[in-house]
């Protein structure tokens, strides 16, 4: 899909209830409300409820050994017919090695269940890595899981300046681009223009770079909003409401438009300490979920 010969569109009116054409997923946490590790029990109850919510099948992590994720939400999939992204954390080599190390142990045995393998969330936005270096430990996994598809996750901003060509060059199998209204400090009002907009930047820019439009599988990574209990972002109020329209209108949106989508997440974390941004205030992350610890939902998620 050449994504922008439909953008102008979608900006001017994403539909608040359409039927969808991409693929809709789920982020979702290794933890229980309480912060103990979740068990395949545990994550079978919660596919339970994200299929019954909206009636995906799919999820993604973001650390494979983790809570050792990967030896129990493979087979929870495998029980409860869903694929997983299973995900590396590169950014040390103690975390790196662990991780691939859960990835070939349980991914070769529930190769099925994974659907993909993303190498590094937001590396290069933080700047641990460069495009080059993350590219040599894509391929690195990619060696070790030929069959099964293999990239990574980054803000749209550090695809749509250049900053992961080199990524985009190796052609990798699927990239998965971060892109928030919320995190621009959008009100609701102009958040889902913003997300679209974001998202059109990263994805022309990597078919440019690649010289192609299907080489790479693109995804949007994550994207949300906090209901209530969570914190402002610049004019981005938190809040249930405004929550549900996002999704409504952006994430159905963008599902419409043909584009794949990850929810930015399942279920409320509410044992994540308060953080403090680079403005020095505190914030509340715990409320980003879709539906909340109890695993009830929120708001409408079937588009």
């Known amino acids: ?11 001017a009116a994403a539909p608040a209830a359409v039927s969808a054409a991409g ?16 068990s395949q029990s545990e994550y079978e109850s919660d596919m339970d409820a994200i299929v019954a919510a909206s009636g995906s099948t799919l999820v993604r992590g973001y650390a494979a050994s983790d809570c ?8 929870a999939a495998k029980e409860k017919g869903f694929k997983v992204v299973l995900g590396i954390w590169p950014d040390v080599e103690e975390s790196f090695t662990k ?7 349980y991914g070769t045995k529930y190769e099925d269940q994974v659907y993909a393998i993303t190498v590094g969330s937001e590396t290069l936005y933080r700047g641990n890595f460069t495009g080059a270096e993350l590219l040599e430990k894509i391929q690195t996994v990619k060696k070790i899981m030929p069959n099964t598809k293999v990239g990574t996750a980054d803000s749209w901003n550090k695809y749509a300046d250049g900053t992961a060509d080199d990524v985009i060059r190796g052609k990798p199998d699927i990239l998965l681009i971060n892109a928030f ?22 994805i022309t820019h990597i078919q440019s770079v690649a010289g192609d439009t299907d080489s790479i599988e693109i995804w949007n990574g994550e994207t949300g909003w906090p209901t209530d209990g969570g914190s402002d972002y610049g004019a981005a109020s938190a809040g249930t409401d405004n929550a549900a329209t996002y999704y409504s209108e952006g994430v159905c949106g963008m599902l419409a438009w043909g584009v794949n989508v990850f929810y930015f997440e399942a279920f409320d974390e509410p044992w994540k ?21 109890d695993r009830k939902t929120k708001f409408d998620l079937k588009c």
């Not at 050792?68 to 087979?75: E, G, K, T």
Request: glycine share 10%.
């Open 1 to 11: 899909m050449h994504f922008s010969t439909l953008i102008s569109v979608a900006l």
């Open 68 to 75: 050792n994720a990967a030896q129990n939400i493979l087979p």
């Open 181 to 202: 209204g919320y995190w621009q400090g959008q009100p609701i009002d102009n958040a889902t223009h913003t997300y679209f907009d974001d998202m059109m930047q990263a």
């Open 273 to 293: 300490p308060h953080t403090v941004g680079d403005s020095g205030n505190a914030a509340d992350e715990t409320k980003w979920g879709a539906m909340g610890a």
């Open 23 to 38: 693929t809709l997923g789920f982020a979702l946490g290794t933890k229980n409300p309480d912060g103990s590790c979740k």
């Open 99 to 105: 991780d691939t190390e859960a990835v070939k142990e």
